[in-house]
């Protein structure tokens, strides 16, 4: 006799030896197989039955998939609140350390307004090749939870950056305006939602200043500015050129603006790395730097990053691009077509449809046939 079974569990005999679940017979004899909520051993199971099975998680959601929410790659972005401290030399670890809190409490701050615009968005985000995936669009996590989890992370940041300092709380209190203020109509105003965006970039480098009372170059704020903006058109760039739709996901740009908006973001990055070379040569730098000269090695790599940056995000297989701080590095590949391939000679790591043949080199092929002979 058999002990009673549910959906997750291996039905077992008396004896303990174990016996088909009646879902697995169901699913053999079914064209596809999805599975919701299951343990990863009969995931296992039925991922041998069908290579292509899909699993779902329960209600609930699994804890990567809360933790996907909160875009915590993107936390990256508030290292800037180091840039004042290490543009004035400042050595003193105790500034460090209140910097590194304003860190914290701008990275809880940001992830309850990821929060927040990815529950307004999510029509557009579904719709999008991309952004599709994303946790609350995919359906990975309830809903309802993330409204308290991005009021409770935006409430302890703001708490926690009026503990540090009052001048970095309202600057969180900034941020948060802006966060809320893009979320709920800027990104919609064309050209104002970029302005927006290399605004929330500054606010943190004035956050970490405030913090701990570092005086701000106006050199350093200038070349911000236009680095930001840049930043911030290049990623419209890629969002525009990567939708399927004559607007890009509810925003307020056409796919005939892609040229203007390319044209604006290389003036943007290059305006930054000319204001850099203005700095080097100015009298204060020299009063700072025993040897400025050697500054001027920033400025390739500078304009080595700008110009990648602003090619990449121009090209066809380029809509996928994610530029800026701290998110997952460009690469400009796309698959190629039937018609493409019928043209090309057969070469390695050749890209066929959607999948990559790598073909094994001489010497590899060699060593195969050694051991087979050997075997034999």
Not at 108 to 117: E, F, K
Not at 156 to 169: E, I, K, M, T, Y
Request: with cysteine; charged share 20%.
């Amino acid at each position: 006799m058999q002990k009673p079974c549910g959906m997750g569990e291996l039905c077992r005999t008396t004896d303990e030896a174990p016996a088909e679940p009646p879902l697995v017979a169901v699913w053999k004899r079914a064209r596809r197989v999805i599975g919701v909520d299951l343990a990863a051993g009969l995931a296992r199971k039925l991922r041998a039955l069908d290579g292509a099975a899909r699993f779902l998680p329960g209600l609930g959601g699994r804890p990567g998939d809360w933790l996907r929410a909160l875009r915590p790659h993107q936390w990256v972005k508030n290292m800037l609140v180091f840039a004042p401290l290490v543009a004035a030399h400042e050595t003193d670890a105790g500034a460090y350390l209140v910097a590194a809190g304003v860190f914290a409490a701008l990275s809880a701050a940001a992830s309850g307004g990821y929060l927040l615009n990815d529950l307004l968005d999510l029509p557009h985000d579904r719709g999008h090749p991309a952004k599709r995936h994303r946790p609350m669009a995919a359906g990975k996590v309830p809903l309802l939870p993330m409204i308290g989890i991005g009021a409770a992370l935006a409430s302890g940041g703001l708490a926690l950056a009026f503990w540090l300092s009052a001048a970095a709380g309202l600057w969180v209190v900034l941020y948060l305006a802006v966060t809320c203020a893009y979320s709920l109509s800027l990104k919609r105003k064309l050209f104002i939602d970029v302005v927006a965006l290399a605004m929330l970039y500054a606010v943190r480098v004035l956050a970490g200043a405030a913090a701990v009372s570092v005086p701000l170059s106006p050199w350093l704020l200038a070349f911000f500015l236009f680095l930001f903006l840049a930043l911030a058109i290049v990623k419209r760039q890629g969002e525009l050129r990567g939708s399927n739709r004559s607007a890009a996901g509810g925003r307020a740009y056409l796919a005939e603006d892609l040229p203007i908006m390319a044209a604006l973001g290389a003036a943007g990055g290059f305006a930054s790395a000319v204001i850099l070379t203005l700095y080097i040569q100015s009298p204060e730098t020299g009063e700072r730097y025993a040897r400025p000269e050697f500054l001027w090695l920033v400025c390739p790599l500078l304009l080595h990053w700008l110009g990648r940056m602003a090619l990449l995000a121009g090209r066809e297989g380029g809509g996928g691009l994610q530029t800026g701080i701290g998110q997952r590095r460009p690469t400009g590949l796309r698959a190629a077509g039937p018609d493409e391939l019928a043209d090309r000679p057969r070469r390695p790591g050749r890209v066929r449809g959607r999948a990559v043949t790598r073909m094994a080199p001489p010497a590899s092929l060699a060593l195969r046939f050694v051991f087979r002979e050997r075997a034999a």
